[in-house]
């Protein structure tokens, strides 16, 4: 493309700054259910939309809440009095001709279909309510899905961007989320939730984690069985740091429930009774939760859209948002001497998605480099993402890569 920029910029990386903050937001969070929820509506609606009338039509499943219901919780048990809300909002097509298509079937059964995998404590039928509030599209926008084309027009004038690789940060916080919510350890602790939310924050080499993550209430007899469980869990996470040799932090400091307060009882303890704190405690929102890469890095460049949800083929809020962190992956893989790389993309309203108004490459070398060398090689690794962007939309359609 004619409008892309190649430079070398000398800027510190990331893993050299001296403060470095990093955050997931696991399964259970309700800002992660939310982003994961509305995605995959949005990936339900593209498929049935195809199989029905051949082509995604116009939709943006992008906002959406979850409100937070209430419970009582005790040792050994608890109940829940008012269930949590889960709103679906924004727009897709109801109708072509005189055949109806069922939206809003479809985005009920994808809302309990996703509880019943990841939360399996909810009782779907009577822990959550579930209203969609979706509408048909403005004409402006739905008349860009009346040209078949395969590259469609931009339905949005939106700027995004991506970069490489994974600091050692990102990546032990990244790591922590994925261990706590995986098989292994929820088979070995089953009293913990899925609500786990990392936080991370570098000092040099030292590495100091903030962790929340609740416990059944269900499995605690009393207060000392929840801080002997909790010794257990903490133990457990520091064998977890200490085996991922690739860290190599010079020391670690895990911070594990900071609320928690003895002698306080149920009141003092991080307890659940369904696995996330929207049962009664906390309210989720698209868009707040993880980037599309799996993390919040405060010290990272990040555009404001919100991926999740989106058109698949002409939102490029999400096209954009994720195509820029894989162009700087492949960057920074196929390109050697690079310490960091940030790809921008920018797009207007209405220009075909694979030409966007301006592509921005910045380089941090990890050595000398010649600039003619690493512009050539930049410039094809974008040109070749953008020239074959009809691929990768359809990776989109099939929900092949995560937006939380």
């Not at 809440?65 to 040792?75: D, P």
Request: a positive charge.
């Amino acid at each position: 493309m004619d409008k892309l920029s190649v430079e070398i910029i000398n800027n510190v990386p990331t893993s050299k700054q001296a403060i470095e903050i990093v955050e997931r937001k696991g399964v259970g969070h309700p800002d992660y259910i939310c982003d994961a929820v509305m995605d995959e509506i949005s990936v339900a609606l593209s498929k049935e939309y195809i199989r029905i009338f051949g082509d995604v039509l116009h939709h943006n499943i992008d906002k959406g809440l979850l409100s937070a219901g209430e419970v009582i919780k005790k040792f050994g048990g608890g109940r829940v009095i008012s269930p949590m809300e889960f709103v679906i909002g924004d727009r897709a097509t109801f109708r072509v001709g005189r055949k109806r298509f069922p939206v809003e079937d479809i985005a009920r059964k994808t809302v309990k279909d996703w509880f019943k995998r990841n939360l399996k404590r909810v009782d779907v039928e009577r822990d959550l309510k579930i209203r969609v509030a979706l509408k048909p599209g403005s004409i402006e926008l739905a008349d860009i899905f009346k040209d078949r084309k395969k590259i469609r027009g931009a339905n949005d004038t939106s700027a995004a961007v991506g970069y490489a690789p994974f600091t050692k940060t990102e990546k032990a916080v990244y790591g922590c989320e994925r261990f706590l919510n995986g098989i292994l350890f929820k088979t070995s602790f089953p009293e913990t939730g899925e609500d786990v939310k990392v936080m991370g924050l570098r000092r040099g080499r030292s590495l100091d984690l903030t962790i929340a993550m609740p416990l059944f209430s269900t499995y605690i007899r009393s207060e000392r069985d929840y801080f002997s469980k909790k010794k257990d869990v903490k133990a457990a996470l520091r064998e977890f740091i200490k085996g991922e040799g690739d860290f190599s932090f010079k020391d670690v400091t895990i911070n594990y429930n900071t609320l928690d307060r003895r002698g306080k009882g149920v009141s003092g303890l991080y307890l659940t009774l369904l696995g996330t704190s929207a049962e009664d405690a906390d309210s989720g929102q698209v868009g707040r939760g993880n980037r599309v890469n799996g993390v919040i890095s405060l010290n990272r460049p990040m555009g404001t859209e919100a991926a999740a949800g989106k058109n698949p083929v002409s939102h490029v809020g999400k096209i954009y948002t994720i195509l820029a962190h894989r162009m700087a992956e492949a960057i920074y893989a196929e390109v050697d001497g690079i310490e960091e790389v940030c790809v921008w993309l920018l797009s207007e309203i209405g220009s075909p998605v694979d030409k966007p108004k301006a592509a921005a490459v910045q380089i941090i070398p990890a050595k000398p480099l010649r600039y003619a060398i690493i512009k050539q090689r930049a410039e094809a690794i974008v040109n070749g993402f953008l020239s074959d962007i009809g691929t990768f939309t359809d990776e989109l359609i099939m929900g092949k890569y995560p937006v939380c």
